[in-house]
């Protein structure tokens, strides 16, 4: 094929469920040809060897936190880690200020995001109790769904959770009602409210506030219930809904139970709920702190055998970028300190030291973080898929070369924090990430300009 922008050869790259030996043509961004005869020409040539090509990554759930805390995480630094990270496309969940609860705040977001982003990024709306008559209009945005918090907003921290809550039955019923008239993915933080701040106030009335009481004070309960009661909306409603970052087995099993009724429910999980347990909050304190908590070494394992016999759809890396200060608000009282852990740039590289070991087969992997993101999302076949048609979009990893996790070398605003993976040996650190046909990161340094990144919206039907 003659006037190719790129080629990509490689004897490793994934295509439908294996490796193969192959060259990928590139033309204006997107995947031209695909042969398993050599291409010769074109502007750029990357040899990638035996290196294994993947398709770009989708992490499904980040949040950014621009506008209203910056100093926490820009789109600027957030889409570079992304890219150290492989993450080709970002989904942007809500916590700013404000969030994205109407059309007008969708846009002003996705305009301050357009010159910032050097990675493709899609955007969650805002569902709340308090502006319910924008739901609808703010479905027709572009959004790709919708994010609802069943807790109240934490105290001081209002503004950043404006039209994202529904803490009572009632308005959660109604949100939920509202959202199924628009058929886009509603997805929940599934806790138990009442639970939760009774728990709290039991610990701190007893001055029990060592890291520990952190997950005490969210049982496995909280999230079961909140999860089950999501389902019976659902399917009283004909809402279709994801339950995000699932942390303990039960809950799963119940989505599990629901979609064999025929439910359209999704069930995410992140990293940390499979590589760490309760244990890292007596290590790492408030830098270990994430909602829902950390579970038993019990529930970890166990939540392995549901990833990999497909319950699990998709892993997204929950990043939640604090700094440092905020952490250590935490460092006398648990409770003080606000949850979350960055995460964009390890999810990948954490994944493939499993398939490495032999814990996660490698068509799984991708299905979990490229595939499955892009269907569930309307982003198919334009991401997630090294098809001819499709976005070039690719990641570079040397299957056999071993590193260490280096908060030294990450992008995110927020390294100082990301404590908990630091001196990791893993495999499979990206060293090329590939964007439409650009070269976006090569080994440590970012390629393009903000701006490069383009605001992908779902297309109404």
Known sequence: MNNLDMIIKSKNVFIDGRLIDCSIGIKEGKIASISKTELEKAKIIIDAKEKIVLPGTIDPHVHIRAPGHEERETFETGTKAAAAGGVTTLIEHPISTPPPHSPELVKRRMEIAKNQIVVDIAFFGAAGIEYLDDIIPCSKTGIVAFKTFLHEAPKGREKEFEGLTAPLDGDLYEVMKKIARTNLLAAFHAENNSIIKNQIKIFRDKGETSPIYHVKSRPPIAEIEATSKILLFAEETGARVQICHITTPRAVELIND????????????????????????????????CNPPLRTEEERKAMWRLVNDGSIDTIGSDHAPYTREEKERGKDNIFKAPSGLPGIEQRLPLLFTKVKEGELALGRMVDLISRNPAKIF????????????????????????KEIISRDKMFTKVRDVAKVYEGWEVYGIPEITIVRGNVVFDNGEIKVSPGYGKIIKRQQH
Do not use: H, M, W
Request: proline share 5%.
């Open 258 to 289: 629901a979609k064999r009724r025929g439910i359209d429910v999704i069930a995410e999980t992140c990293p940390q709920y499979l590589l760490l347990n309760e244990e890292y909050l007596n290590k790492y304190g408030a830098y270990a702190k």
């Open 378 to 401: 309307g982003l198919y076949p334009g991401k997630g898929t090294i098809t001819i048609g499709s976005d070039a979009d690719f990641v570079i990893i040397d299957p056999n070369k």
